[in-house]
T-cell receptor, first 115, second 114 residues
């Protein structure tokens, strides 16, 4: 079984400032890691994913995340945010084994960009 | 490439009524998922299909929820009878090994039970 903890329910930040959204996970098996974004009244859109290889992964819209196995973390970062980044961000994990491999999500972090 | 299609987008029903949601996954995706997202929370997996077989339905409230994927393509999720706490967004998603373990989501079906 897996679980995901997103440490901040809301993160306010000024436009053009850097931001970090924190994510920690727990799992008894190896996992794949994902960040999804959800804009108001829309479904989930994949931002980036870590499957293997380099622990620093780059995604869409200038976001990146770093996988830290020892700390079981997968924090999301952006060096300079824009008003359009206002949205709900979800961290998720998926077991590497086949079979029942649905995503387990955190509760989400609401990113609020202030002008 | 067309994405995951869901309908209806919005539905308002009274408690104890029934409702059905439809999902058509991305063409060729063998795995289909239904998630429930209650306001202010992350999505929770209800059921996972591999082709037309159920892989995981451990979190599906089987006394009132049912789902099927008869021909291994599109799927229907039904709630009968609905309760107030079923008010949520129902997200359908699909994926396969070719998609690199990525799961793609539809826009969701928003249910309000009054």
């Amino acid at each position: 079984a897996q679980s995901v903890t997103q440490l901040d329910s809301q993160v306010p930040v000024f436009e053009e400032a850097p931001v970090e959204l924190r994510c920690n996970y727990s799992s008894s098996v190896s996992v794949y890691l994902f960040w999804y974004v959800q804009y108001p009244n829309q479904g989930l859109q994949l931002l980036l994913k870590y499957l293997s290889g380099s622990t620093l992964v780059k995604g869409i819209n200038g976001f990146e995340a770093e996988f830290n196995k020892s700390q079981t973390s997968f924090h999301l970062r952006k060096p300079s945010v824009h008003i359009s980044d206002t949205a709900e961000y979800f961290c998720a994990v998926k077991g590497r084994r086949g079979g029942a491999d649905g995503l387990t999500f955190g509760k989400g972090t609401h990113l609020i960009i202030q002008p | 490439e067309a994405g995951v299609a869901q309908s209806p987008r919005y539905k308002i029903i009274e408690k104890r009524q029934s409702v059905a949601f439809w999902c058509n996954p991305i063409s060729g995706h063998a795995t289909l998922y239904w998630y429930q997202q209650i306001l202010g929370q992350g999505p929770k997996l209800l059921i996972q299909f591999q082709n037309n077989g159920v892989v995981d339905d451990s979190q599906l409230p089987k006394d009132r929820f049912s789902a099927e994927r008869l021909k291994g393509v599109d799927s229907t999720l039904k709630i009968q009878p609905a309760k107030l706490e079923d008010s949520a967004v129902y997200l359908c998603a699909s994926g396969n090994s070719v998609s690199g373990n990525t799961i793609y989501f539809g826009e969701g079906s928003w249910l309000t039970v009054v």
